[in-house]
């Protein structure tokens, strides 16, 4: 089965710390492409930040970066210079190239919450 | 502002009753999707349509319909509404590609009594 597991439901943070989201998963495809989703108390769901698995290069969007261990199956998401702002429930997703309508396969989930 | 926007934020329903979710696009998106969100299970995928008229079942499609008569619309279906049917209920859009994310709707809470 096709799975995304983030063992971690619950975590926190002091505001302008760093924090990392764990996330690991399961598909014996070779091509497709990773995403975190952010969910604020607003329901929202925004794109945090994606990568393709065939690129090496850690994917970096402003304070938001991950750490992809392709062999490992693992995708963490790694937040610097926390800010109230990012309090949410993150979701780390994998989309496959071979699936008809490409379809996301979702994890838990992990709530963020950040301490000022 | 490019959006997907679901009718209804909240709603409240009998058990029993048909229940419809409306969900419009406005970005030529050909995948559509719902999703339902439960604590502690994440996101799980009910229906999903790649083109008009077409539908293919997710995961958890039981008690589920949908339609898709316009490109823009995606519609869920609850046929007959049960008090497990509560949760919040999510659609989506993308282009075709798995390069791209989906764009989310603020989705609809459902409760059935």
């Known amino acids: 089965a096709q799975t995304v597991t983030q063992s971690q439901p619950e975590m926190s943070v002091q505001e302008a710390e760093t924090v990392t989201l764990s996330c690991t998963y399961d598909?014996?495809?070779?091509?497709?492409?990773l995403f975190w989703y952010k969910q604020p108390p607003s329901r929202q769901m925004i794109l945090v930040i994606r990568q393709e698995a065939y690129k090496q290069q850690n994917a970096t969007e402003n304070r938001f970066s991950v750490n992809f261990q392709k062999a490992a199956k693992s995708f963490s998401l790694k937040i610097s210079d926390s800010q109230l702002g990012d309090a949410a429930m993150y979701f780390c997703?994998?989309?496959?190239?071979?699936?008809?309508?490409?379809?996301?396969?979702f994890g838990q989930g992990t709530r963020l919450t950040i301490n000022p | 502002d490019v959006k997907v926007t679901q009718s209804s934020r909240y709603l409240v329903k009998r058990t029993g009753e048909k229940v419809f979710l409306e969900c419009v696009q406005d970005?030529?998106?050909?995948?559509m999707f719902w999703y339902r969100q439960d604590p502690g299970l994440g996101l799980r995928l009910i229906y999903f349509?790649?083109?008009?008229?077409?539908?293919e079942k997710g995961d958890i499609p039981e008690g589920y319909s949908v339609s898709r008569e316009k490109k823009e619309r995606f519609s869920l279906i609850l046929e007959s509404a049960s008090t497990n049917q509560t949760s919040m209920y999510l659609c989506?859009?993308?282009?075709?590609?798995?390069?791209?994310?989906?764009?989310f709707g603020s989705g609809t809470r459902l409760t059935v009594v």
């Open positions: 989506a859009s993308s282009l075709s590609g798995f390069r791209y994310g989906y764009t």
């Open positions: 349509s790649y083109d008009v008229k077409m539908k």
């Open positions: 598909t014996s495809e070779s091509d497709y492409y």
């Open positions: 997703a994998y989309r496959l190239s071979n699936q008809g309508a490409q379809k996301l396969v």
């Open positions: 970005m030529d998106h050909e995948n």
